[in-house]
C-alpha cells in the first residue's frame, strides 16, 4: 500500500509511482494513465469525469490547450428538465453552484504534471516555474507530480505577487498579495476604512489582516499604533512584506495569534469572510467561515479588548442575507448577545464585474449586495 503522499500508475509495462503534492490537500487520484498529444479533448473529459487522471507525457502548451477544451466542455450548457419552485430559491440556487464548482475543480484537477528536482518540468515548450514553486513550495530537490491547474494557479499568484495591487486609499502605492493570501481586489471595504471617521485611538488592531492593506490604511491615516494579527503563516509573511515596503512598519506590528493580542484598544477592525460555508481551497477561507466562527469569535471578544469609548469596525458584506444563509436580524442578535450596540454605519455598493453578470448563478444576490462598515461600542 502507498504512503499517502505517493501517486502510482503504469507506464511502458512496469508499475511507477512518485511524490504528490497539493497545496489543497486533495488526495492523490486513484486511476492514472499517461497521456500526451494524442489525447482527444473529448476523451481527457470523460476520463477526468469518471475519476481517472491523466499523467502528461506531452507538449506543455498542448496541455494547456487541452485543460481549456475540458473546462469548455464542463462549462457547456446542459438541457435540463425545469425544476419545481423551491422554498428557498436563492439558497438552492447557492448550493447547486457551490456543488457545480466542486465537481469542475475535481475534474480539472485530473490533468497531470511531472517535476524533476528543482521544480524542473520535463516537458517540450515548458516555462521555467521555478521561482513561482518555490513561493509555495519551498525549495525541493526530489521530483513529484501535481496538477497543473493548480501550477497555473501558482503563476498566477507569482505574477500578482510581483506586479501588485493598486490601492487608491493608499495614492495607489501597491500591495503585493501571496499565494493563498486574498487580494484587495475588492477596494469598496479598504475605502470604507480609509473614510470612516476616526475614533480618538492611539492604538488600532486589524484582525485577520491578511495582506496588512487595512493596516497600512490605519498607519497612513495617522494612527500611532497598530497591531495586525493573523494565524495563517503565510498572512503573516505577506503582511510583514507589505508593511516594510510601504514605510509603515514603525507603526504597525504584525502578530500571529487567533483573533485578539493580550491588550485592549481604541479601535478594532475586522473583515472577516461573508459567507457562512465551508471553504474547499486555501484561498476561499477569506470568503466562506463555516458556521459564522469567525465573524462571531470576534463580536464575542470585541468588548474585552476595546478602550473605555472605544469602536470596533466589522467590515461585511451582506451577500449572505441574499442568499438566504443569514438574516439581519441574525447579525443584530450576534451584536446583543456580545453586549454590543451600533453606534453608527457606513455603507458602499460592490463594483466587481460578476456583481453586473447577468449569466452569474449568484447575479440576483451579487446585485442586490452592500458592503457595510458597523461601527460597534460597548
Known amino acids: 500500500m502507498l504512503p499517502v503522499d505517493q501517486i502510482a500508475w503504469y507506464e511502458h509495462g512496469q508499475a511507477q509511482h512518485a511524490r504528490w503534492r497539493s497545496e489543497s490537500g486533495t488526495p492523490p487520484p486513484r486511476r492514472v494513465v499517461v497521456a500526451a498529444d494524442d489525447m482527444r479533448a473529448d476523451d481527457a473529459y470523460h476520463l477526468a469525469c469518471e475519476g481517472t487522471a491523466l499523467l502528461w507525457r506531452g507538449d506543455f502548451q498542448n496541455a494547456r490547450q487541452l485543460l481549456n477544451a475540458m473546462a469548455r466542455r464542463i462549462d457547456r450548457p446542459r438541457r435540463r428538465r425545469p425544476r419545481k419552485p423551491e422554498p428557498s430559491p436563492a439558497v438552492q440556487a447557492f448550493h447547486l453552484h457551490r456543488q457545480a464548482s466542486a465537481q469542475r475543480a475535481r475534474a480539472l484537477a485530473m490533468l497531470l504534471l511531472p517535476f524533476d528536482p528543482g521544480h524542473v518540468i520535463p516537458l517540450r515548450r515548458a516555462p521555467d516555474v521555478r521561482a513561482a514553486c518555490i513561493e509555495v513550495y519551498g525549495p525541493d530537490d526530489r521530483p513529484y507530480v501535481a496538477s497543473l491547474r493548480e501550477l497555473l494557479g501558482l503563476i498566477g499568484a507569482h505574477e500578482w505577487r510581483v506586479k501588485g495591487v493598486p490601492i487608491p486609499a493608499l495614492d495607489r502605492d501597491r500591495i ?69 515596503r510601504l514605510d509603515v512598519a514603525k507603526r504597525v506590528d504584525v502578530v500571529q495569534t487567533n483573533l485578539f493580542p493580550d491588550e485592549r484598544a481604541g479601535l478594532i477592525v475586522c473583515n472577516p469572510p ?50 438566504g444563509l443569514r438574516t439581519r436580524d441574525d447579525l443584530f442578535a450576534m451584536f446583543s448577545s456580545a453586549g454590543l450596540q451600533v453606534a453608527g454605519k457606513h455603507d458602499t455598493k460592490p463594483t466587481h464585474p460578476r456583481a453586473h453578470d447577468p449569466d452569474d448563478p449568484l447575479h440576483t444576490a451579487r446585485a442586490a449586495e452592500t458592503t457595510t462598515l458597523w461601527r460597534l461600542r460597548h
Do not use: Q
Open 176 to 244: 503585493h498579495p501571496h499565494y493563498g493570501v486574498f487580494s484587495p481586489v475588492r477596494g469598496e471595504y479598504v475605502d470604507l476604512v480609509a473614510e470612516a471617521p476616526l475614533p480618538p485611538a492611539k492604538v488600532a488592531f486589524d484582525i485577520g489582516t491578511g495582506t496588512g492593506v487595512l493596516a497600512a490604511v490605519l498607519a497612513r491615516r495617522g494612527v500611532e499604533r497598530i497591531v495586525a494579527t493573523d494565524h495563517d503563516p503565510r498572512a503573516l509573511a505577506c503582511a510583514r512584506e507589505n508593511i516594510e
Open 274 to 323: 461573508w459567507v457562512p460555508a465551508k471553504p474547499s481551497s486555501p484561498l476561499e477561507h477569506a470568503i466562506y467561515d463555516p458556521g459564522s466562527r469567525m465573524l462571531r469569535g470576534f463580536l464575542d471578544g470585541l468588548a474585552d479588548h476595546l478602550e473605555p469609548d472605544g469602536e470596533g469596525w466589522l467590515i461585511l458584506s451582506d451577500l449572505a442575507e441574499h442568499l
